[in-house]
């Protein structure tokens, strides 16, 4: 198999330098420095619904960075000094900070439609009382909405490093393929039982 390097986006600039991994207060990044900042948190129910959610260990990583807006955003690349333009490459028309990535984009709005679901993020830990349907167990929430949150980060990722633009309907079929996946991390029959309900329910807006 013949693999190749992806090309970074043609407004970053690459160094020579070592990367520097500091924890959030500042301090070099060590393993007891990293569990007493995570420590430190797990008193905020919505950061412990992401730590208990059984998602992946990369997703919850992820998850815990998107509550704590320190992800790669275009917004927060460009307070770093990495990128010249903190403008949106799905829209190209606003800023891309978290809640514009995540929801007020129009391509992020689509897959939140077409997903049945209406946000809730103004304050952030909102979300995680996103109203659903009443078909639907809450007992999953809040492993569906990671898997949302992830699908559209990973379709905004495309867009950026591939120039790939993943559809709707493309989207939501990988958040069912992907649910397929992670259903077998719920340890109860009942969660699991729960997740199958949530996974007829988005097959159905795909039909």
Known sequence: MITSTPTPPPDVTTSTEPDTRRLLNGSCLTTRGAYAALASQLTDPSLSQIWDSKVPKKVMIFGWLFYLDR????????????????????????????????????????????????????????????????VLPSSVRSFMLLLFLWKIW??????????LEIDVKTTVKAILEDLILWTHRLKTAALKEHAGLWRDFLSSRIL
């Open 154 to 163: 990973d379709a905004r990722n495309k867009k950026v490093f591939q120039n």
């Open 71 to 134: 992800l790669n955003t275009r917004a927060n690349l460009l307070k770093k000094h990495i990128l010249q333009t903190a403008v949106c490459p799905r829209c190209n028309n606003h800023v891309e900070d978290r809640d514009h990535l995540f929801f007020t984009c129009p391509a992020a709005r689509r897959i939140w439609r077409a997903l049945g679901l209406k946000p809730r993020f103004n304050p952030t830990a909102d979300l995680f009382v996103t109203a659903i349907p009443a």
